[in-house]
Protein backbone atom coordinates (compact mmCIF):
# COMPACT_ATOMS: atom_id res chain seq x y z
CA UNK A 1 0.00 0.00 0.00
CA UNK A 2 1.30 3.10 -1.45
CA UNK A 3 1.36 6.25 1.88
CA UNK A 4 1.62 9.20 0.11
CA UNK A 5 -1.77 9.77 -2.40
CA UNK A 6 -1.64 10.04 -6.11
CA UNK A 7 -1.24 13.06 -7.86
CA UNK A 8 -3.09 13.96 -10.74
CA UNK A 9 -3.60 17.08 -13.21
CA UNK A 10 -6.49 16.98 -15.03
CA UNK A 11 -5.60 19.74 -18.49
CA UNK A 12 -8.19 21.68 -20.51
CA UNK A 13 -7.77 24.50 -22.59
CA UNK A 14 -9.68 27.15 -20.60
CA UNK A 15 -9.95 25.19 -16.95
CA UNK A 16 -13.18 27.11 -16.65
CA UNK A 17 -15.42 23.75 -16.11
CA UNK A 18 -14.72 19.79 -17.43
CA UNK A 19 -10.97 20.30 -15.90
CA UNK A 20 -12.13 22.24 -12.61
CA UNK A 21 -15.25 19.43 -12.17
CA UNK A 22 -12.96 16.66 -12.59
CA UNK A 23 -10.69 18.39 -10.20
CA UNK A 24 -13.42 18.29 -7.38
CA UNK A 25 -15.19 14.74 -8.02
CA UNK A 26 -11.62 12.83 -7.49
CA UNK A 27 -11.25 14.85 -4.65
CA UNK A 28 -14.16 13.99 -3.34
CA UNK A 29 -14.15 10.42 -4.47
CA UNK A 30 -10.80 9.60 -3.92
CA UNK A 31 -10.80 10.03 -0.14
CA UNK A 32 -7.40 10.89 0.43
CA UNK A 33 -5.81 8.24 -1.91
CA UNK A 34 -5.38 11.02 -4.67
CA UNK A 35 -5.18 14.65 -4.57
CA UNK A 36 -6.19 16.42 -7.81
CA UNK A 37 -5.64 19.61 -9.39
CA UNK A 38 -6.42 20.97 -12.64
CA UNK A 39 -5.37 24.18 -15.17
CA UNK A 40 -5.12 25.44 -18.63
CA UNK A 41 -2.90 26.01 -21.54
CA UNK A 42 -4.88 29.16 -22.16
CA UNK A 43 -7.30 29.78 -19.04
CA UNK A 44 -10.76 31.92 -19.14
CA UNK A 45 -9.60 33.34 -15.77
CA UNK A 46 -12.70 32.20 -14.18
CA UNK A 47 -14.60 29.55 -13.24
CA UNK A 48 -17.76 29.19 -14.80
CA UNK A 49 -20.95 29.56 -12.80
CA UNK A 50 -22.32 26.59 -14.19
CA UNK A 51 -19.19 24.46 -13.04
CA UNK A 52 -19.82 26.23 -9.47
CA UNK A 53 -23.30 25.52 -9.23
CA UNK A 54 -23.41 21.80 -10.03
CA UNK A 55 -20.11 21.16 -7.96
CA UNK A 56 -22.43 22.76 -4.86
CA UNK A 57 -25.05 20.74 -5.87
CA UNK A 58 -22.82 17.74 -5.28
CA UNK A 59 -21.96 18.79 -1.89
CA UNK A 60 -18.67 19.77 -3.23
CA UNK A 61 -17.06 23.01 -1.59
CA UNK A 62 -15.68 24.92 -4.50
CA UNK A 63 -13.25 27.09 -2.40
CA UNK A 64 -10.81 25.06 -4.72
CA UNK A 65 -11.92 26.30 -7.99
CA UNK A 66 -9.83 28.48 -9.82
CA UNK A 67 -9.01 28.99 -13.33
CA UNK A 68 -5.17 29.01 -13.88
CA UNK A 69 -2.26 27.98 -16.65
CA UNK A 70 -0.70 24.69 -16.55
CA UNK A 71 2.59 26.80 -16.05
CA UNK A 72 1.67 27.07 -12.68
CA UNK A 73 2.43 23.14 -12.41
CA UNK A 74 5.56 23.11 -14.61
CA UNK A 75 8.12 24.86 -12.83
CA UNK A 76 11.18 23.34 -10.37
CA UNK A 77 8.97 24.12 -7.35
CA UNK A 78 6.07 22.63 -8.64
CA UNK A 79 4.42 19.15 -7.59
CA UNK A 80 5.24 16.23 -8.88
CA UNK A 81 2.37 14.15 -10.72
CA UNK A 82 1.80 11.03 -11.16
CA UNK A 83 -0.74 10.91 -13.73
CA UNK A 84 -1.94 13.79 -16.39
CA UNK A 85 -5.38 13.43 -18.19
CA UNK A 86 -5.80 15.96 -20.72
CA UNK A 87 -10.18 16.10 -20.85
CA UNK A 88 -10.70 18.15 -24.08
CA UNK A 89 -9.04 17.30 -27.66
CA UNK A 90 -7.97 20.88 -27.99
CA UNK A 91 -5.97 19.92 -24.92
CA UNK A 92 -4.87 16.77 -25.68
CA UNK A 93 -2.98 18.17 -29.32
CA UNK A 94 -1.19 20.95 -27.65
CA UNK A 95 2.30 20.90 -27.05
CA UNK A 96 2.34 20.07 -23.40
CA UNK A 97 5.58 21.30 -21.21
CA UNK A 98 7.94 18.79 -19.98
CA UNK A 99 6.31 17.53 -17.25
CA UNK A 100 8.95 16.67 -13.89
CA UNK A 101 8.56 12.93 -12.86
CA UNK A 102 7.40 11.75 -16.27
CA UNK A 103 4.19 11.07 -15.18
CA UNK A 104 1.81 8.62 -16.99
CA UNK A 105 -0.75 10.30 -19.28
CA UNK A 106 -3.89 9.78 -21.04
CA UNK A 107 -6.79 11.32 -22.56
CA UNK A 108 -10.10 11.17 -21.43
CA UNK A 109 -12.16 13.52 -24.05
CA UNK A 110 -15.26 15.08 -22.66
CA UNK A 111 -17.77 17.89 -24.89
CA UNK A 112 -17.17 21.16 -23.98
CA UNK A 113 -20.09 21.76 -21.54
CA UNK A 114 -18.64 25.06 -21.28
CA UNK A 115 -19.53 26.03 -25.28
CA UNK A 116 -23.07 24.17 -24.89
CA UNK A 117 -26.03 26.67 -26.86
CA UNK A 118 -29.45 26.23 -26.35
CA UNK A 119 -31.40 27.05 -23.59
CA UNK A 120 -30.75 27.43 -20.12
CA UNK A 121 -31.85 23.67 -19.12
CA UNK A 122 -30.19 22.78 -22.42
CA UNK A 123 -26.93 23.94 -21.26
CA UNK A 124 -26.88 23.13 -17.57
CA UNK A 125 -27.71 19.35 -18.84
CA UNK A 126 -24.26 19.71 -20.48
CA UNK A 127 -22.39 20.39 -17.74
CA UNK A 128 -24.51 17.35 -15.42
CA UNK A 129 -23.35 14.81 -18.66
CA UNK A 130 -19.69 15.87 -18.56
CA UNK A 131 -19.58 15.30 -14.87
CA UNK A 132 -21.26 11.80 -14.89
CA UNK A 133 -18.84 11.43 -17.68
CA UNK A 134 -16.29 12.41 -15.75
CA UNK A 135 -17.28 10.53 -12.79
CA UNK A 136 -17.58 7.11 -14.63
CA UNK A 137 -13.93 7.39 -15.58
CA UNK A 138 -12.98 8.98 -12.16
CA UNK A 139 -14.93 5.97 -10.81
CA UNK A 140 -12.88 2.88 -13.18
CA UNK A 141 -9.71 5.02 -12.24
CA UNK A 142 -10.60 4.63 -8.48
CA UNK A 143 -11.15 0.51 -8.96
CA UNK A 144 -7.88 -0.09 -11.08
CA UNK A 145 -5.48 -2.31 -9.03
CA UNK A 146 -2.29 0.73 -9.52
CA UNK A 147 0.51 -0.59 -7.06
CA UNK A 148 -0.12 -3.75 -8.92
CA UNK A 149 0.05 -2.77 -12.19
CA UNK A 150 3.33 -2.39 -14.56
CA UNK A 151 3.58 0.80 -16.32
CA UNK A 152 2.61 -0.70 -19.50
CA UNK A 153 -0.44 -2.37 -17.99
CA UNK A 154 -1.24 1.06 -16.24
CA UNK A 155 -1.09 3.07 -19.50
CA UNK A 156 -3.23 0.92 -21.49
CA UNK A 157 -5.84 0.95 -18.97
CA UNK A 158 -5.71 4.50 -18.46
CA UNK A 159 -6.13 4.71 -22.21
CA UNK A 160 -9.26 2.03 -22.33
CA UNK A 161 -10.97 4.48 -19.71
CA UNK A 162 -10.54 7.18 -22.06
CA UNK A 163 -12.79 5.18 -24.68
CA UNK A 164 -15.11 4.20 -22.22
CA UNK A 165 -18.12 4.43 -23.63
CA UNK A 166 -20.39 7.00 -21.96
CA UNK A 167 -23.87 6.12 -22.89
CA UNK A 168 -24.91 4.34 -19.73
CA UNK A 169 -26.75 6.55 -17.09
Known sequence: MRDTPYSVLFLCTGNSARSIIAEGLLNRDGEGRFIARSAGS????????????????????????????????AGPDAPRFDFIFTVCDAAASEACPIWPGHPMTAHWGVPDSAAATGTEAERRYAFAEAARMLGNRISLLLNLPISSLDRLALKSELDAIGHTSDHSA
Not at 53 to 64: A, Q
Open 42 to 73: HPKGEVHPYALELLGSLGIDTGFARSKRWDEF
